[in-house]
């Protein structure tokens, strides 16, 4: 029978065997803390359910997600920020379900790494996909870890040293998403792949999707262990990364030192 559950920053609806999770942070679902712990707990939820074999990821208003909150990139919160925000991210890997994101409008650093994770990725043609995190002195874990896998080495690297924005089409064309698709045909291409999903068997589903990525997963949880590290030890150390996001907060230029 389906059920809703409404959290502060997002809602989780189940309707067996599909669960929905849904992001409600306006007005451009800005993953902070709390989210965080929400997109958590919906996914540790669904996967302790046995009548769920798949989740669809969605963003509701004007966009997917913008990214995570800049503010939680300060000294004082960036640790538990990581920690928290890649523990989301390993559980969306982990999950025996199928994931499906669907995307409109900013789909960007943070935002753009947790859609990218999902099994199949859904986009429209206008949405704004990038991972902008150098231009605030910083980069991006997952993207650093995962991203070449999905678009190539030398795409990726264009995609996180420059942070150039890319548009929804051609996101599928490097690879980032399956099919780029307009405004009114996403949620019908969704509903049919959730339909389709619907008349296979879920414990086949589970063990085909853990045969694979059996091998990616081992390189993924090495990989992400030292981005992490690299991102603690080093770059929280330079003085450029702190005047990145002061610099963002203050809506003024950054004054970078180069050090």
């Known amino acids: 029978m389906p059920t809703t559950e409404t959290a502060a920053r997002l809602t989780l609806d ?5 669960a929905r ?11 902070d803390v709390p989210m965080m712990e929400e997109l958590a707990r919906s996914f540790a939820e ?3 359910r046995q009548d769920i074999c798949a989740i669809v990821l969605a963003g509701d208003g004007k966009a997917f997600s913008a990214g995570v909150d800049v503010a939680a990139h300060t000294p004082d919160k960036v640790n538990d920020m990581l920690t928290k925000f890649h523990a989301v991210i390993r559980a969306l890997i982990a999950t025996k379900n199928v994931t499906i994101a669907a995307v409109h409008g900013h789909c960007l650093g943070g935002g753009a790494e947790l859609a990218m994770v999902c099994d199949i990725v859904y986009t429209t043609e206008s949405a704004k996909w990038g991972f902008p ?11 650093c870890t995962a991203l070449a896998a999905l678009v190539g080495q030398k795409r990726a690297a264009e995609l996180i040293l420059t942070g ?9 064309e490097i690879g980032l998403a399956n099919r780029a698709l307009s405004e009114e045909e996403l949620q019908a291409t969704v509903d049919e792949c959730v339909a389709t999903l619907r008349k296979l068997s879920p414990t086949a589903l589970a063990v085909a999707k853990k045969a694979s990525y059996a091998w990616d997963s081992m390189h993924f949880d090495k990989g992400l262990a030292r981005a992490e590290r690299i991102y603690f030890d080093e770059l929280m150390k330079t003085a450029d990364a702190h005047e990145g996001i002061r610099a963002f907060m203050e809506k003024r230029g950054p004054k970078w030192a180069g050090k």
């Open 14 to 18: 189940f309707a067996p065997p599909i």
């Open 21 to 31: 999770v849904t992001l409600h942070h306006p007005p451009l679902n800005v993953i």
């Open 46 to 48: 669904a996967e302790a």
């Open 133 to 143: 995190e150098i231009k605030l002195g910083c980069y991006p874990p997952v993207a």
């Open 164 to 172: 150039r924005l890319i548009s929804g089409k051609e996101a599928s």
